[in-house]
């Protein structure tokens, strides 16, 4: 729940209506944008098929660059500045949170930001993005919403 009274400013749910990209390309630039920030992250999935697939794609997704990161199951893994994990804990105090693949955003005290990225074409996705939007709304969290343009994103509420 947002925190009331907090000195402490409540998790903003950002959410990304992916339209002309795949979460492959869209998430790695978000990630290195919080990296940039000196934020640190987690990505969570309903499905540990896609951590498997991110845990190789992060570290190959562009020639010149990789994206340090760990699934949360690996040793030392808390030091990590990206987890990838399907798990509602927060062992390396991230400042970010990603959800993917539907993945439910549980307790968002200690985070910053919350992003939900969701495949515009797929149905199932976008019912349950509206239905996170609704609740995390509910909880009292501010919440915007962002579609994806030809170049970058543009806010829409």
């Known amino acids: ?22 979460l492959d390309q869209a998430l790695p630039e978000l990630l290195e944008k919080t990296l940039q ?27 010149e660059s ?7 199951d690996e040793p030392g893994a ?3 500045p990206i ?10 105090q991230a ?6 693949d539907g993945a439910e955003p549980g307790e968002l005290d200690g985070y910053k930001r919350c992003v939900v990225l969701f495949d515009g074409g797929d149905d199932d996705q976008l019912r349950n993005a509206r239905r996170q939007w609704s609740a995390v709304k509910a909880r009292g969290f501010p919440v915007s919403y962002w579609k994806q343009q030809a170049r ?5 509420a």
Request: glycine share 6%; net charge negative.
């Open 95 to 100: 400042d970010a949170l990603f959800l993917i």
């Open 78 to 80: 808390a030091r990590q």
């Open 1 to 22: 729940m947002a925190s009331e009274g907090s000195d402490r400013a409540a998790c903003e749910v950002w959410f990304y209506h992916l339209e002309r990209t795949g």
């Open 66 to 72: 990789f994206l340090p990161h760990a699934p949360s």
């Open 83 to 92: 987890l990838l994990t399907t798990s509602e804990e927060n062992p390396n």
């Open 37 to 63: 920030r000196g934020w640190k992250a987690i990505v969570r999935s309903s499905a540990a098929e896609r951590i498997d697939h991110l845990d190789g794609w992060l570290w190959s997704y562009r020639d």
């Open 152 to 156: 970058g994103w543009e806010k829409q």
